[in-house]
């Protein structure tokens, strides 16, 4: 009971934006002293003479959610499975805690809990049965501690029923008890919030905060801009297998060209005078980069590009002239728009 | 190396959580009734028609030898059956009735059937996905992401494999005793049995001949039967290792096992299949003094061809376990 309410509590903190770029702050000046829990160096993997994930370096520090964001197919979970042993890099380094993954995994892997892909545990066990097989693997994790980690992922009041009767939320959750079973310095977890309804999202969301809060480094991947936004300290960008780029998460989304949605009663009447407005860039070619469910949202609005301090003059203007506006919505700009501004024109552009 | 002992308890807890091992059982105790049934049937039956168990003797011989002066039988039968011949007779110059219904007779009998494909069978129930299913159900990524060394995971398996093959090999013997008793009576453990025939070209060598109490051939037969099963569960982890489905690699092993059989009955000419291991299988084919399936074939020369295959199987099995990549 005592931790249900200490989750809250910290989703509760976590809701309140100012704490939480306070907390930001903090860790990051805090961990900027210690050395990286993961630090991969020149990572290259080929698979049949095809060069699948191409020279990668990134540091992850102690304390940091670091967010690791690229498309479908651009080579996330082959570089997630080098991290962890399941797969031996052709060229390149990754070392956990000072230790060499490929050479020494069983002092390098002690550091690291990990969900690769989807949590998948023996379906015909309870998940206690589960918990325990995997702290026989370790050291020092008692019958105490598999109970803290069923409680803490709020797993407590079924964790002897069968694995196969859980849902896919209970898997996640249970895959993420045994990542946190041997108390790790970095946790990785791959596309965590895949399956999950809006709600068990946030909870995730709220708990990996938590987690980083108490100095644990959280390694996530992602397809999704926003969940990286969201969620991140710090990001590597990935696509056809290389770092395309890395920095603060917050820093390199203002670099990216938000759009302005506009709607107005008489949509004809509203495009002429947007056309016609030099401050506007009217932008229909970029509705194909916008995120969809805005766009539901708004049926028929008219995409654009303008600055936002413009935008009071832009809605006066069209007041003026009697075409009422029924919306003006900024848009946060999706992965494809942030591809555009870091590539500089299109994807394809940039070779891969 | 308490470690070790951990990963050998967690990979017991999954074959016998996957209930593996209740449905052999279950399959034992359907099955051996049957054959105990049949066995009875076959005593009633030799009751009723002779006064005693040496006017049988004679006329089985006396069917045998006729059989021999027949065109129609190929070579090898007849060498079978002059092996045959010249046993039943070494018992009937000793007066030794060499069937004398009991639990023991039944259990010996049950397991020099079933070497050659009943056990191996079995075995294969858990050999086949020891390893495969945790690729086929993804938990490898959880197995091999713990800080433990990827061979002693493989290792932990192997030794588990090895705890359940002689299990079943225990279970087979105790529930085939078990049930037979209830018919036979559970007699017979220091009943003689002649073993050490020696076949000379087509003529029985019984220099070397001597008695044996059925309980100590039970216990040699074991041994033999442990170590053919031993070979085919550690071919069958290979195949596990290599081949992600399970199905795949039961059908595999399957195949391997029941074409051995077959080529074991018709490849007496061709000379080089005896280094094959699933020829070899039937070891007790040596303690019974029957013929072996290919000329040249000796008990030596079996145990060596198996030993060898295993220790390649286990060699392969490390090699490509430690080194693979686990992309899907």
Redesign the interface.
């Known amino acids: 009971m005592q931790t249900d309410v200490k989750a809250r509590d910290i989703s509760d903190k976590a809701s309140n934006s100012s704490e939480t770029e306070r907390e930001r702050a903090n860790r990051a000046n805090r961990s900027r002293l210690e050395p990286p829990v993961l630090s991969v160096e020149h990572l290259s993997k080929s ?1 049949r003479g095809r060069k699948i994930i191409d020279d990668i370096s990134f540091d992850v520090r102690a304390g940091e959610i670091y967010g690791f964001l690229g498309p479908n197919g651009s080579g996330k979970t ?1 570089t997630i ?1 080098m991290l ?5 890099p052709t060229s390149g380094r990754v070392f956990v805690c000072g230790e060499d993954v490929n050479k020494h ?6 550091h ?1 809990g ?1 969900i ?3 949590p ?6 309870t998940g206690w ?1 589960n918990l325990d ?2 702290a ?4 020092g994790i008692g019958d105490t501690r598999i109970e803290e980690v069923a409680r803490i992922v709020r797993l407590d009041a079924r964790i002897h029923d069968k694995v196969k009767t859980y849902s896919l939320g209970m898997r996640q959750r249970l895959g993420i008890a ?1 990542a946190l079973l ?1 108390a790790p310095k970095l946790l990785i977890l791959d596309e965590p919030t895949n399956g999950l309804d809006p709600k068990g999202i946030k909870e995730l969301r709220a708990f990996i905060a938590e987690l980083a809060a108490e100095g644990m480094s959280v390694f996530v991947s992602s397809h999704l801009l926003s969940e990286i936004q969201l969620l991140c300290d710090r990001v590597a960008i990935i696509d056809g297998g290389r770092v395309i780029a890395v920095g603060d998460v917050h820093e390199m989304i203002a670099q990216a060209e938000a759009h302005t949605l506009w709607l107005f009663e008489d949509p004809e009447a509203g495009r002429r005078l947007l056309s016609d407005d030099p401050r506007v860039d009217v932008a229909d070619q970029d509705r194909a980069l916008l995120d969809e469910s805005v766009l539901l949202a708004l049926p028929g609005a008219i995409p654009t590009r303008v600055s936002q301090a413009d935008i009071p003059a832009v809605v006066a203007r069209c007041a003026a002239a009697g075409v009422g506006v029924l919306a003006v919505q900024r848009v946060v700009p999706t992965l494809e728009s942030l591809f555009l501004s870091l590539t500089g024109g299109g994807r394809d552009a940039s070779g891969s | 190396m308490r ?1 070790d002992l ?2 050998i ?2 990979e017991t ?2 074959v016998w ?3 593996r091992f209740a449905v052999i059982v279950l399959i034992l105790l359907a099955l051996v009734p049957v054959f105990v049934y049949a066995q009875m049937k076959i005593a009633q039956s030799s009751q009723g028609k002779y006064e005693d168990w040496r006017a049988e003797l004679r006329q089985r011989i006396a069917d045998n030898t006729n059989a021999l002066t027949s065109d129609r039988i190929p070579e090898e039968w007849k060498k079978w059956r002059v092996a045959l011949v010249q046993q039943l007779q070494y018992y009937l110059d000793r007066d030794v009735n060499p069937n004398t219904p009991n639990a023991v007779r039944f259990t010996n009998t049950f397991l020099q059937n079933a070497v050659g494909l009943f056990i191996p069978l079995m075995v294969l129930a858990v050999a086949s996905d020891i390893v495969s299913s945790e690729r086929s ?3 490898i ?2 197995l ?7 061979w002693r995971i493989l290792a932990s398996k192997l030794v588990t494999l090895t705890m359940y093959v002689s299990l079943i090999l225990v279970t087979t013997a105790a529930v085939s005793y078990l049930v037979s008793g209830l018919v036979f009576g559970y007699g017979g453990w220091r009943e003689p049995v002649f073993v050490g025939f020696r076949l000379n070209g087509s003529d029985m060598d019984t220099t070397g001949v001597h008695a044996i109490t059925q309980g100590a051939y039970m216990l040699m037969q074991l041994g033999l039967v442990w170590f053919s099963a031993m070979t085919v569960a550690v071919i069958a982890f290979m195949v596990s290792v290599l081949v992600r489905s399970t199905a795949a690699s039961l059908v595999t092993m399957m195949a391997a096992v029941i074409s051995g059989s077959i080529l074991a009955n018709m490849a007496s000419s061709w000379h080089s299949a005896k280094y094959l291991f699933n020829v070899n299988l039937d070891l007790s084919v040596y303690l019974q003094g029957s013929p072996p399936p290919i000329e040249g074939m000796t008990l030596g020369f079996s145990l060596a061809v198996l030993a060898i295959w295993s220790l390649a199987a286990i060699g392969v099995s490390f090699a490509v376990f430690t ?1 693979q ?3 899907a």
Not at chain 1, 120 to 125: L, R
Request: aromatic share 4%; charged share 40%.
């Open positions: 698979i082959t499975r962890v042993d399941l797969i031996k995994p069983e002092r390098a892997l002690r690291v990990c690769v892909e989807n998948e545990m023996y379906g015909y066990m049965e097989l995997f026989r693997m370790q050291e045994q041997g | 470690r951990e990963l308890r967690n807890v999954k959580k996957k209930k159900g993804g938990t990524k959880m091999l992401t713990r800080p433990v060394r990827r080194r990549d686990i992309l």
